[in-house]
């Protein structure tokens, strides 16, 4: 039973989670101005987790004839056979209807939205297959998570959220497009989309980077619409270190040190941003 549950962590890259749910916490303590309940905490938590949990079976399911004939990822679950497809789609069910049933609890536009959120984290799935503006689709459905945050919080959508919401539809989606490098010639071989595919490892380097410092600007800017302190405004200029050594690490004739890049600086970058949002808010 053990070793079942670690082969479904693992297909849904569980680990991976740091990426999103530190943001969606930062928008829940700047919604609170302070400290939100442990109640919307815990389902804000739940939503998130499921949320991904689900976007990632499904994109896995989706994909799961591309995968078959990637070198990269032919030994992922299902490919492999160690996960059946009918037990991942209901594993993708499940999870679905967790996310919904946590937007439920935390209140009724949480709710109501939810299905617009499944929709999108579904349709992702498809772009790679007709648009290199992929990463910026997968960007939208991440940035959902500090979007998700803030109307739990406050019931709402309101405009003073919306730079902190679009920093990480750029953050996500110039680390993506690093990301798709290392499948490049394998996008162009087989009808598959992305900037890389597009426009070359040099370009979308720098593609990558303008993302990046978009993202660092917006960062800023939420700063400044909640009239931050210096301990959020110190926090973004460790985030501002980050990402220029994420971009350090990996340059168009060396791709060795990507996964350095991709898992590490990133989940530093989301808690960086968490953890001073945290200290300004709270103490």
């Known amino acids: 039973m053990y070793g079942r549950i670690l082969t479904y962590l693992s297909m849904i890259k569980f680990s991976h989670s740091v990426f999103a749910l530190p943001f969606a916490l930062t928008a829940a303590f700047l919604a609170a101005n302070g400290s939100p ?65 946590s937007a439920y609890m935390l209140n009724t536009l949480s709710f109501y939205l ?44 309101d405009v003073q959220i919306m730079p902190l919401v679009f920093a990480v539809v750029f953050w996500l989606a110039g680390f993506d497009i690093l990301y798709a490098l290392q499948d490049m010639e394998f996008d162009r071989s087989h009808g598959l989309y992305s900037v890389p595919q597009r426009f070359g490892t040099e370009n979308s380097l720098i593609i990558s980077r303008i993302a990046h410092l978009f993202t660092w600007l917006l960062l800023l800017i939420t700063g400044c619409i909640f009239n931050t302190g210096v301990i959020y405004f110190a926090g973004i200029a460790v985030v501002g270190v980050i990402l220029f050594y994420e971009h350090a690490l990996v340059r168009k004739d060396d791709l060795s040190k990507l996964d350095i890049a991709f898992f590490n600086m990133n989940g530093y970058i989301s808690m960086t941003v968490f953890v001073f949002t945290l200290i300004e808010t709270v103490f």
Do not use: C
């Not at 030994?75 to 209807?97: C, M, N, W, Y």
């Not at 503006?133 to 019931?155: K, Q, R």
């Open 37 to 101: 309940t442990l109640w919307q905490v815990f389902w804000i938590v739940v939503a998130m987790i499921s949320a991904r949990s689900a976007a990632m079976g499904m994109n896995r399911v989706i994909d799961r004839e591309i995968d078959a004939v990637n070198p990269r990822t032919m030994d992922r679950e299902i490919p492999s056979g160690k996960v059946q497809l009918h037990d991942a789609i209901t594993f993708v069910v499940i999870s679905f209807g967790i996310m919904v049933f």
């Open 114 to 157: 939810s299905p617009v959120a499944i929709a999108v984290l579904v349709f992702y799935s498809y772009t790679k297959r007709f648009t290199f503006l992929s990463h910026l689709v997968l960007g939208i459905a991440i940035a959902g998570a500090p979007l998700g945050a803030w109307i739990a919080i406050t019931g709402s959508i």
